[in-house]
């Protein structure tokens, strides 16, 4: 098993050039298999974790997203990213210390998103939204082992759709210590090319939640580092159960028929 040291330098250096996917399990069984499969690094889901505890994304308190942070962490041989959500504070001092705990867990990563949770005023105002991100890279510094800083800029998917003004807070958060810049939901070729050239040469890293006319090669030709799919794997297991549970519920089993062998699965795990 690496060390902690090992699996944030690796991280560092996926970020540095080329382009992979980091797909997000949501328990130790779903993130052996993804690490089966060959991917370099790993990153939560604070939607797909919310599921499993019966809660709505954000849902999720402080204590239980660090325990399950640490123990994702742990059980993996390669990097993990933490979605961390907002820093679970709105004040930048707290955002600090919200921080200094994720990096205890031994994580390789984290994201530190703009949104307030006010559906009615959803992004944080500039200044704050840039004093978190710059509280949050002071805390790491001073944890010290390198944990990668992503600045999430959430706009597109708060209903507040602005290229121009997503562009400003990414450029601000890479001005204040991020080292990554994610803007979720944006989804065109010329709205990818526009956020990877307004913030380069840091890494962008780009989510793919929904069938997208683009290939994992077409994505790296824009220049995105990284593609994160979020909760959409988590989704399509819900969509799955959700399916087959419905055809049980009108008399039928035919739902079962795409099931993985039980065998498969533990050979997976191993």
Known sequence: MPTTAEKRTA???LHESGCFVIPNPWDIGTTRYLQSMGFKALATTSAGFAWSRGLADGGVTLDAMLAHIAELSAAADIPFNADFEGGYAHEPAGVAESVR???????????????TGDREKPLYDFD????????????????????????RSEGFIRN?????ETIR??????????????????????????VVKAVAPKPVNLLVGSPLDLTVSDIAGLGVRRISIGG?????????????????????????????PGADIVKALK
Do not use: H, N
């Open 101 to 115: 705990l994720c990096c205890a867990t031994g994580v390789s990563g984290l994201s530190i998103e703009d949104f």
């Open 128 to 151: 704050v939204a840039v004093a978190r991100i710059k509280a949050a890279r002071e805390a790491i510094d001073k944890a010290g082992g390198g944990v990668l800083l992503t600045g």
């Open 169 to 194: 807070r990414l450029q601000a958060y890479a001005a204040a210590g991020a080292d990554c810049l994610y803007a979720p939901g944006i989804a065109t070729r010329e709205q990818t090319a526009a």
């Open 11 to 13: 991280f560092r250096r």
């Open 160 to 164: 507040r759709p602005d290229m121009d």
């Open 232 to 260: 959409a794997l988590a989704r399509a297991a819900w969509g799955g159960t959700m399916r087959t549970m419905k055809l049980i519920a009108e008399g039928s089993f035919k739902g079962f028929a795409d099931a993985a």
